[in-house]
């Protein structure tokens, strides 16, 4: 099985379907060639490990960190997964998993729960937004990383997990017993605002979020009892995903011509083209983005702004313009490797450079608080930049730096913390995107309040 995908360093989601890999005519190779002699040196080192070391060893685990040392080296976005991680993987590209169904945020040195999922033994049990996690089954989390926590809290269906949780107003600590339960996480959220205004927001791109994106469609449509003036869609903090669902959701964006291309060592190996009549392919659009909108949700973001369809909003994206084709391999591992560039329908290689904003709203406020916003043409080792330098210089630039909200700010992980009227807002993104669709920006770069 090979699957492609789009995936930062932070993501956690996978690909589509490919039949790129290999090709070309067969050819005689040396000895000094073959893969067999660089086996054979590895069988070396081996041996002389396992003779000699100063303690047992144990061989899988060499093996495993030789394949994980060979791929890790090639760039940050291809790497080897053992069985263990080979699942997790699966699960979260599938969008469901057993667990206790809690959105973390990692905030200093405690995990701050940002929405338990509706349904959920967290929501049924009382977690709030707000609350602190404190300890899992008696262990502490404090200062520990996001993904170790959250391993600990997923696990088989029917198994119990216990959660200490501090909560404001309450002196002591409040414990919860849950009881883990096969979680679907939701990837897209949808609120409808002031003017007939249809928000919808993408969280990740997975399994059967084009699915959800039309359902959502449908069920604003119902409230606004007829079409809407506009769509604000939401790509921010999106760390990219699916790339069939990716294709699959811009196409409702748009009545015809091409998403984007995918090419494998200078050559096209693919091309996703838009059909018409679209859920939103008549309707004014914003698309948010920020500096956390990465490989799947720029070529989204890429795609409506070739065609002229949206109007893009915030800070210049991520960069991630890789594609990484993911291999099942035997015994229950699987590699994911680097094998393609995306292209933007007009050609605009993403890659170390991103999807710039046609009105950039600046912040003198970092949103992780580091005072550096890290993106792809800072990971050591990522694949160089392509194309010409072009004129990427914004039509408005705005400045949101003496605002309560930031570029990067978004209310909650939850479209029920969007206000029907964005103008109440501190999201000041949010609120720049609300007045285009309203007709209230004005050409001189007024805003009004």
Known sequence: ????????????????????LGGGPARATSSEESPYAAIGQLGRVLV??????????????????????????????????????????????EGKFGGVGIEVDARGDLLTVIAPIEGSPAARAGIRSGDKILAIDNESAVGDKLDRVVRKMRG???????????????????VFDLVREIVHVPSVASKLLDGRVAYVRIKQFQEHTHDELVAAAGKLR????????GVILDLRNDPGGLVDEAAETADEFLNGGTIYTMRHRGQVIDEARARSGGAFADLPV???????????????????????????????????????????????????????????????????????????VETSRVPDGTGFVLRERDLEGHLP????????????SLDAGALDGAAGDIEGSSARNIPTDPMTSNDFA?????QLLRGQLLRSGTVVK
């Open 222 to 229: 119902t409230e606004a009892k007829g079409t809407f003036s």
């Open 430 to 434: 949010l609120r720049i995107g609300f």
């Open 1 to 20: 099985m090979k699957r492609t995908l789009f995936f930062t360093l932070v993501a956690f989601i996978g690909g589509m379907s490919t039949t790129f």
């Open 385 to 396: 930049a392509e194309g010409l330098p072009r004129d990427t210089k914004p039509r408005l």
């Open 286 to 360: 914003v698309v948010l983005v920020n500096e956390y909108s990465a490989s799947a949700s720029e070529l989204v973001a890429g795609a409506l702004q070739d065609h002229k369809r949206a109007t893009i909003v915030g800070a210049n994206t991520f960069g991630k313009g890789s594609v990484q084709s993911i291999i099942e391999l035997p015994g229950g591992a699987g590699l994911r490797l680097t094998t393609a560039r995306y292209y933007t329908p007009s050609g605009r290689a993403i890659q170390a450079d991103g999807v710039h904003p046609d009105i950039v």
């Open 48 to 93: 002389q490990v396992e003779n000699n070391y100063v303690e047992p060893v144990d061989r899988a685990r060499l093996v495993n960190g030789a394949i994980v040392g060979m791929v890790g080296e090639l760039d940050p976005h291809s790497s080897y997964l053992p069985p263990h991680e080979w699942k997790l993987f699966q699960s979260e590209t």
């Open 156 to 174: 088989t269906p029917g198994t119990h997990v216990k959660l200490a949780i501090r909560r404001e107003g309450h002196k002591e600590a409040l």
